[in-house]
């Protein structure tokens, strides 16, 4: 039987701060990390105040070479070379330079990086990959016809379906984009096609419409803002009318509802709107427009509602105001990462 190599998480041992820093590295992104470990973290930042700055510089420029190294995979994936032997390639470089980068690069291989970055705070392959993608905070617009246009949201990926496919559309990968398929003029009436949305086991058409869809993992959230859109699922298939919504996983496909359009479009005016949300999903919010992790650590925190609206260039404000009305312990430590308890 195959055993599980264990991971040794001692720092003492580590030859100067570069490696004591990737060795940090090493155990907050192993999957086994513990809220012992993010103590002890913050501890050791607090008795090596040189070294946590150091660290500071050590995660951008971890970043810095792994987006590098995420865009030259992702470059040659799209040559042809396939993913694995790419990535075996770079694992066995050990030369100087961006892959060796602080000595991390050869213990753990920087493709390995490029494609599970530590807390998300670089692109990934799959990200890189993508037709169209946006970055934490940011947003972005591309025309996919002459009458649809689709804007995303933060942490968004997309791809266009092949040219070959029945009808003109996308695949939501991940993340949220609004798509506004406008009325066809005239001379465009006569070769009008419904757009299509693939987002999971789903598949949105809409003639003339503006829906907005987010997928979080498994799970979308469909929002007809104007018009009619259908929803095609394997369990089953409903019609959105104006201000209705729906929810669908792969196992289920909840009852449509009520949705207020101004709530589910705010991001598009740059404002996150908490209507009686959980802090848990607040945290789960805010990490997706700010760099680096929040990290909830309190349970019964995460329980209590909140009811606030705020700019996303503040969203930082946010936690702010968690300590202000809950009396949160707020804990800041390098790479943006923030211990909210």
């Keep these: 039987m195959m055993t599980k190599a264990r991971v040794d998480f001692s720092t003492e041992t580590a030859e100067g701060p570069h490696e004591e820093a990737s060795q940090w590295l090493l155990r907050l992104r192993s999957g086994a990390a513990t809220h012992a470990d993010a103590d002890a973290f913050r501890d050791w930042c607090a008795k090596e105040p040189e070294q946590a700055a150091l660290l500071s510089g050590t995660w951008g420029a971890l970043r810095t070479a792994a987006e590098e190294i995420a865009q030259e995979i992702a470059e040659e994936r799209r040559n042809g ?19 060796a980068f602080i000595g991390f690069a050869v213990a753990a291989g920087a493709s390995w990086l490029a ?10 392959i799959g990200d890189l990959a993508a037709d169209y993608r946006t970055g934490t905070g940011e947003q972005r617009r591309f025309a996919l016809s002459e009458r649809v246009t689709v804007e995303l ?24 984009a609004e798509i506004d398929a406008a009325t066809p003029s005239p001379s465009q009436a006569r070769y009008m096609r419904p ?16 829906v907005n869809v987010r997928k979080t993992g498994d799970q979308v ?39 207020d359009p101004a709530q589910v479009t705010a991001w598009r005016r740059g404002v996150l709107v908490f209507d009686g949300v959980p802090v848990s999903q607040v945290v789960g919010e805010i990490n997706r427009y700010r760099p680096g992790k929040v990290i909830l650590r309190n349970a019964t925190l995460g329980r209590n509602r909140m009811q606030a ?11 702010d105001m968690l300590a202000k009305l809950y009396g949160a312990h707020v ?5 943006d990462i923030v211990l909210l308890s």
């Design 153 to 176: 949201n933060t942490q968004t990926r997309v791809d266009v379906l092949a040219a070959s496919t029945a009808t003109r559309g996308i695949e939501l990968v991940a993340g949220e």
């Design 309 to 319: 609206q705020f700019p996303i260039a503040k969203v930082d404000d946010v936690l």
């Design 81 to 99: 070379v396939p993913a694995w032997a790419e990535a075996a390639r770079k694992q066995r470089a050990v030369s100087t330079g961006r892959r």
């Design 221 to 259: 959230c469909v929002t007809c803002i104007s018009g009619s859109a259908m929803v095609n699922h394997p369990l089953r298939r409903v019609t959105l009318k104006a201000q209705e919504q729906v929810i669908y996983d792969d196992r289920r496909v909840d009852a449509i509802a009520s949705a």
């Design 331 to 335: 804990t800041r430590l390098p790479g």
């Design 195 to 210: 757009v299509t949305v693939v987002a999971g086991r789903g598949h949105i058409e809409a003639a003339v419409a503006r």
């Design 115 to 124: 494609i599970r970055p530590p807390l998300g705070l670089w692109p990934s």
